[in-house]
């Protein structure tokens, strides 16, 4: 199927571009000694004409037949390039930009490419029980690695202290993989996934 770019998208989300939409699919978790369960699973990648993707991620156990048993979790968040933020950026806070944005043109965004011929990027991660993510890592092509630079947990949150995430464009599928460090445990796998567009 092919992806038409958006003619109101910012220059700097083009390497992002890709993800934009909604993805529905399933997959398949577990962690360490944990028995292996499916869930459906709907991801949708958004924009609102500023530079950045606004990510929400929702899930739901299902069983055998693929019906759903019941919620399973929800995450939002926000993912862009990696860049030094300046007035054309919002914030902090309700701060307002300037009306020019950062990056205007395609060459504006190339000189962004780092040395692996690729983009450096940012995604902050939220999550229901008092946790939070912050991922950094790397897009090429249709390819981007994650690992988490920081997680902040709440006084009463569970162990979490580190992940990383893979997504890839596969055959017009995004594909995923998510590894955890949690519960005592060192990083190992935890979940994966085929989402098709919907």
């Not at 919002?90 to 043109?105: C, H």
């Not at 092509?141 to 890839?168: E, Q």
């Given at each position: ?102 990056l205007r043109t395609a060459d504006d965004v190339e000189e962004l490419r780092n040395d692996d011929g690729g983009f450096d990027i940012v995604a902050t991660i939220v999550h229901p029980g008092g946790v939070s993510e912050l991922y950094v890592g790397q897009i090429k092509g249709p390819r981007i690695d994650l690992s988490t630079d920081a997680v ?47």
């Amino acid at each position: 199927m092919p992806f038409e770019l958006p003619t109101d998208l910012t220059p700097e989300l083009v390497p992002l571009s890709w993800l934009l939409g909604s993805w529905t699919g399933t997959g398949v978790l577990g962690y360490a000694d944990e028995e292996s369960q499916q869930f459906e699973q709907q991801i949708t990648f958004a924009q609102n004409g500023l530079p950045y993707l606004i990510y929400t991620n929702e899930s739901w156990l299902i069983d055998e037949d693929g019906h759903r048993l019941r919620p399973l979790t929800l995450e939002t968040g926000i993912w862009q390039l990696d860049r030094p933020q300046n007035d054309a950026d919002s914030g902090p806070g309700m701060l307002p930009a300037d009306i020019v944005p950062a990056l205007r043109t395609a060459d504006d965004v190339e000189e962004l490419r780092n040395d692996d011929g690729g983009f450096d990027i940012v995604a902050t991660i939220v999550h229901p029980g008092g946790v939070s993510e912050l991922y950094v890592g790397q897009i090429k092509g249709p390819r981007i690695d994650l690992s988490t630079d920081a997680v902040m947990r709440a006084p009463g949150a569970k162990d979490y202290r580190a992940a990383t995430r893979m997504y890839g464009l596969v055959e017009g599928d995004l594909l995923w993989a998510w590894d955890i460090a949690a519960a005592g445990r060192a990083l190992q796998t935890h979940a994966s996934g085929r989402l098709h567009r919907s």
